[in-house]
């Protein structure tokens, strides 16, 4: 995970391991979440773009209302914690 400002400029970045076995959609869902709390931990409060690159959970983040999976409702707390940002997307 990278964070960057407008310009590009690297403000902060991570990554690291988890013990067990994940679907490729469930590494990319703790990927959000914790880009998330990076954003948060770090008080951005203007424009924040968060990339997710799985088309999966791009449609979950997408169709929120009729995801009753449990990545589904982790992604659904994902974006409620928006409303923390002027703009998030």
């Known amino acids: 995970m990278v964070v960057r400002d407008e310009e590009g400029f690297v403000l902060s970045g991570g990554g690291g391991l988890k013990e067990g076995g994940m679907s490729v959609e469930e590494v990319e869902c703790v990927a959000f979440e914790e880009s998330i709390k990076v954003a948060r931990r770090l008080q951005l409060k203007g424009h924040v773009l968060f990339e997710i690159d799985h088309v999966g959970l791009v449609n ?5 209302v009729n995801d009753v999976t449990i990545i589904g409702v ?7 914690t928006f409303e923390f940002f002027n703009f998030a997307n």
Do not use: F, V
């Not at 979950?60 to 929120?64: I, K």
């Open 74 to 80: 982790r992604i659904k707390d994902c974006a409620a």
């Open 60 to 64: 979950r983040l997408n169709n929120l």
